[in-house]
Every structure is written in structure tokens, then in C-alpha cells.
């Protein structure tokens, strides 16, 4: 019986569909919390983004007014470093891919 294997059209496919997940950008969520003071979100924002104090304060009030905003976008690492850091300044973040924002 002979091996059967994918056709390449069928592979290159498969392999093109990866490489589009694999770009996909990863967005930051920071979400509201009932224990930081906005001035505090505002000034985290600056911080650790280098955000103007209107961008850093645009972002917080969408924070606290939609309960949270998309603060940082990028690959799967560098987002997972800025949701440990948000973490370590004691905000509540996750990550999702950009189009499920």
C-alpha cells in the first residue's frame, strides 16, 4: 500500500495560515479595580509607557469610565512583559490577540 502524504498546496497553505497567526499582533488590557486612584493609573501609564500626561490620562479615563482600555500593543512577549510589569505595579491586565479586543 503506498504512503500517502498532504499535498503541497495543502501544506503551503497550512504553513501560510501560522505564519499569519504568528504576526498577529497582541494588545494590553489594563481593566478598572477598586483599590488604585486614577491619578496613580495616570501616572503608571507615564511611567512605564513614556505616555504625555494627556495620552496617560485619555487612557485612564477610558479605564475607568468603559471599565478598561487597550493601553499597549505588540507581540505575545513584549505583552506579556507589560501585563508581569502592570501586575507588579499592582493593576489588573491581560492580554488577548488584537482582534479579539
Do not use: C
Amino acid at each position: 500500500m503506498p504512503f500517502m502524504t498532504a499535498m503541497p498546496d495543502v501544506l503551503e497553505h497550512v504553513e501560510q495560515v501560522q505564519a499569519l497567526q504568528a504576526d498577529q499582533p497582541y494588545v494590553l488590557i489594563v481593566w478598572n479595580d477598586p483599590v488604585n486612584l486614577m491619578s496613580y493609573v495616570s501616572y503608571v501609564f507615564r511611567s512605564y509607557f513614556g505616555y504625555s500626561e494627556a495620552k496617560a490620562d485619555e487612557l485612564m479615563m477610558q479605564v475607568h469610565q468603559q471599565g478598561r482600555s487597550v493601553v499597549s500593543t505588540g507581540t505575545r512577549e513584549k505583552i506579556e512583559a507589560d501585563v508581569a510589569a502592570m501586575h507588579g505595579f499592582g493593576l489588573w491586565a491581560t492580554l488577548s490577540k488584537a482582534d479579539a479586543a
